[in-house]
């Protein structure tokens, strides 16, 4: 028996062999304060609970049993609460949802679970950005919306966590399972008896689909789901019938995490990546053979990380390769935080024409380039304008090796290759010194004159001085990309942008998300105004979880990356006082700060409060420049993009 002071009444019920666990979770209380007498039944007997009335559980009274949001305490395994479970046991902590009426039975279970926090966002979009934002700093995300009004909002944001390789589960409350196969037509349709419209769209930007119809096969559909979003490091789209949450079957008792994945007692991160896929030894071998022999015999060779090394878990690995090689190393610019800028080999980020100074010049006169893990498009090759030769390029993707214009190795994992190629690889340090000598330290910008207008180097100049190991830096897409960029990151210190997508507004709900999967860091996003007013509501959902991030609102008058690639009077946008906007979220309530500024003087006392007296705020800084004040290379990467965009036709 056990007994728990006071008179609140008695429940019965079968112990499971976690049984202190399910107390818990059904009633909400600590044991440890509460427990008179614990005497263990064995397994599988009844047992009678005498529970206090003293103190609030959950939403219960006197007399009556505990009720956690809308679902009552569960003696048997619902869909919902084993859709709840497998995102626990994967590490999802949070849930970014937006509610409608296809949802809602789903949303009370997911809220009945104690080791899940649902985030409510103000949109779809900002919730799909934010499960990308939280991917990213935890490893896995989910997001949980309704049909096809909800579906095809987030769609952009699922779009983008694809191009972006984040495992995303993207869930979606369906249709009643009555409906499939009727003639009739639902609202929150396109008025068409065909359901299928929104299934159809997510099969272009998601690595799986799945729609559970039915309680036999709903354990196997979710777990597939999962997997497939793990292994593929994609999103996956997941379809609920809303009249199933709240059903239960025996297949949702309790069992082991998924087939095909590892369970970690660190989850921060460890299911982001390419599975459980095995490299082919025979494979390995051969691709080390050739790589070794194009290495041993070349005079300055480089390596180049990109992003990719993050989904084939081959950060250490590759860090490994730099230090066992001597090469110099360099990032592209989507690779950045791929290695920790304090690495000995570290001389800056390869972006073609506007690469840190130095850098260009070492990568493009190497005799072999080793690129790990790149993304080549339009952008990051600057308009296509990259003067690498494929002939001396080695390419190392998450699952295969490509040797210039020749052989390809397929089945050889990223970090498994690199381990083995650190044991092989003989030291050469040419490139490196190479850049030694040539390289000049940047200088710091002039101190500016008192009620000078603040100048964008001088802004992110006292940025620099902000971050730490307990920070992390999400930049927008736009001139903020360039001018974090030319960020120094101290070792530690996360660093996110959206590179191959470049979906304005993303860093918003990717700062809320982030913040969510990384408590230990203080974020500071650098975000344009053009940006922030696709997507700037979910400010207020920061206010209300109790985040204490630091938003810089670069006020600067338009679309200023569009500017540089071809103006217009389009780029020209209504300016708003966005201070006022953000405190109009607040509405008085939690802990918001906020400042405008326009002088050096200004940002400095701004900075020193937002690290001080408010560290523990949700920090608001609008910072007004000159419709002009852009970096250099934005200028110059925006010229050779547009040259690339007016390329004319082909001839026919």
């Not at 380039?369 to 003067?387: A, H, Q, T």
């Not at 979906?503 to 408590?519: C, R």
């Amino acid at each position: 028996m056990l007994q728990f002071g006071g008179n609140f009444g008695r429940v019965r019920m079968t112990l499971f062999s976690d049984w202190a666990s399910l107390l818990v979770s059904y009633f909400r209380f600590d044991l440890q304060s509460f427990v008179r007498e614990i005497k263990e039944p064995e397994i599988g007997t009844d047992c009678e609970l005498i529970v206090s009335g003293g103190g609030e559980m959950g939403t219960g009274k006197k007399g009556e049993r505990t009720v956690i949001g809308n679902v009552e305490p569960e003696t048997e395994w619902t869909l919902g609460r084993y859709i709840a479970r497998r995102l626990v046991e994967i590490g999802v902590r949070d849930v970014f949802t937006v509610p409608g009426d296809f949802n809602l039975i789903l949303l009370d279970h997911l809220v009945a679970e104690p080791e899940l926090e649902l985030i409510g966002c103000c949109n779809e979009l900002n919730a799909g950005y934010a499960a990308d934002g939280y991917a990213r700093a935890n490893g896995v995300g989910a997001c949980a919306v309704t049909f096809t009004v909800g579906g095809l909002s987030v769609i952009n944001a699922i779009a983008g966590a694809y191009s972006e390789n984040l495992p995303v589960i993207c869930i979606v409350g369906g249709p009643n399972s009555n409906d499939f196969g009727t003639n009739r037509i639902l609202h929150h349709t396109i008025g068409e008896p065909d359901f299928g419209q929104e299934h159809r769209c997510f099969q272009q930007i998601t690595c799986a689909q799945y729609v559970i119809q039915n309680l036999d096969d709903a354990h196997e559909i979710l777990n597939k789901a999962i997997c497939m979003a793990i292994s593929k490091s994609k999103p996956v789209y997941l379809s609920v019938s809303c009249n199933l949450p709240s059903l239960p079957h025996p297949s949702f008792k309790a069992s082991p995490i998924p087939y095909g994945i590892t369970q970690r007692s660190d989850h921060q991160g460890s299911l982001y990546g390419i599975g459980e896929l095995k490299t082919n030894q025979m494979e390995l071998e051969a691709a080390l053979d050739a790589v070794d022999k194009i290495l041993s015999t070349s005079v300055k060779p480089v390596v180049v990380a990109g992003p990719k090394i993050r989904v084939a878990k081959a950060k250490e690995a590759f860090e490994d390769f730099a230090s066992a090689s001597g090469y110099a190393v360099a990032v592209m610019p989507s690779g950045k935080g791929m290695l920790r800028e304090t690495h000995p080999g570290f001389i800056g980020t390869y972006w073609g024409a506007v690469s840190t100074a130095f850098v260009a010049e070492i990568v493009e006169s190497a005799d072999v380039y080793i690129f790990v893990g790149p993304i080549f498009n339009d952008y990051s090759s600057v308009g296509y304008s990259l003067l690498c030769k494929k002939e001396k390029s080695i390419l190392l993707q998450p699952d295969r090796v490509q040797i210039g214009n020749g052989q390809a190795f397929g089945m050889v994992l990223m970090k498994d290759f690199l381990e083995a190629l650190s044991k092989r690889v003989k030291r050469n340090t040419t490139s490196f010194d190479n850049y030694a000598r040539m390289y000049v330290p940047s200088g710091l910008p002039q101190k500016q004159k008192p009620n000078e207008p603040l100048k964008t180097v001088n802004l992110f100049s006292h940025i620099q001085g902000m971050l730490s190991h307990e920070t992390a830096v999400i930049a927008e897409t736009g001139d903020s990309w360039f001018n974090c960029q030319k960020l120094k990151l101290p070792e530690g210190c996360g660093y996110e942008f959206q590179m191959q997508y470049g979906s304005i507004g993303w860093s918003v709900g990717a700062t809320l998300g982030y913040a969510q999967g990384a408590k230990d860091k203080r974020v500071i996003a650098c975000i344009g105004d053009g940006s922030f007013q696709v997507t700037a509501q979910d400010v207020s959902t920061m206010i209300r979880c109790g985040q204490r991030s630091i938003i810089f609102l670069i006020n600067n008058g338009g679309y200023t990356i569009e500017v540089e690639i071809h103006d217009g009077p389009y780029n020209i946008i209504k300016n708003w006082n966005y201070t006022g906007v953000v405190e109009a979220f607040a509405n008085g309530e939690g802990n918001l700060w906020t400042s405008k500024v326009r002088t050096e003087e200004e940002l400095l006392e701004t900075i020193a409060t937002a690290q001080g007296e408010k560290k523990d705020c949700l920090c608001f800084i609008e910072v007004i420049l000159h419709k002009d004040d852009t970096s250099k290379e934005l200028l110059e990467w925006g010229s050779r993009v547009a040259a690339a965009n007016g390329r004319p036709p082909n001839p026919q």
